[in-house]
């Protein structure tokens, strides 16, 4: 049975909600399936969209898959998969000392002292939270730091609210440039120097560092 309102819908799309690309099937296996975007379980008979990677079981409804705030509205059908190449935020100059891209004048080097002092006043400069533990990154020119995981955070993700990739951005012209009232997730409630950003102006969509953690 082909629905007339299915006829219209794309066959395979990529949603923010997951890394592979899904499909749309006409019709389900037997067995019960749960949507991954609203949690409700699927009609087998109604179909829905299902993941195109290999033993991954991801799979959607129809109408939630291809929301605005999940799907780009583009039909990925007979268009070649990109390879999205992982680019490193920072280059390695040597061993323990890196350049970030988002401080990319001054070079930074590696803390892995456990017994340091504590101290109130050193806080990240992605996350904007206090050192108090693991390993950390402090610029050898100026007073920049970051947790190494925070040094780590991907250049791009997908976030599960945004149809869009995201860029990493904040932090490279210094200290003060913190991002503060402009979250699309937490409405302000927390702070952050770093930030991911929609690069398509129109969208205006930008996340905190922390607020970008939430997944699937
Ligand atoms: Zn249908
Ligand atoms: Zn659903
Ligand atoms: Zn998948
Ligand atoms: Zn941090
Ligand atoms: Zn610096
Ligand atoms: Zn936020
Ligand atoms: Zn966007």
Redesign the pocket.
């Known amino acids: 049975v082909v629905h007339q309102s299915c006829i219209s819908l794309p066959r395979v799309i990529r949603i923010s909600r997951h890394h592979h690309r899904i499909a749309f099937t006409p019709s389900f296996d037997q067995g019960e399936r749960c949507c991954s975007v609203c949690r409700r379980e699927i009609n087998n008979e109604y179909g829905g969209y299902s993941c195109t990677g290999k033993g991954c079981s991801y799979a959607a409804h129809s109408r939630c898959a291809t929301q605005s705030n999940v799907w780009d509205g583009k039909d990925l059908e007979n268009v070649p998969e990109e390879v999205e190449e992982e680019v490193e935020p920072f280059v390695r100059i040597s061993s323990g000392i890196i350049q970030h891209f988002r401080?990319e004048?001054?070079h930074m080097r590696l803390n892995e002292d456990t017994n340091r002092e504590y101290d109130d006043d050193k806080q990240c400069q992605a996350c904007i939270t206090s050192i108090y533990f693991g390993n950390f990154y402090s610029?050898m020119?100026?007073d920049?730091i970051l947790h190494e995981n925070c040094a780590n955070l991907s250049r791009k993700i997908h976030h599960p609210i945004h149809p869009h990739m995201l860029t990493l951005g904040g932090g490279y012209e210094g200290v003060l440039h913190y991002l503060e009232d402009q979250c699309s997730a937490c409405f302000s409630i927390c702070r952050a120097g770093f930030y991911y950003e929609c690069g398509i102006e129109e969208c205006d969509f930008r996340v905190h560092v922390q607020c970008a953690t939430i997944s699937e």
């Open positions: 401080h004048d001054h610029c020119q100026c920049f």
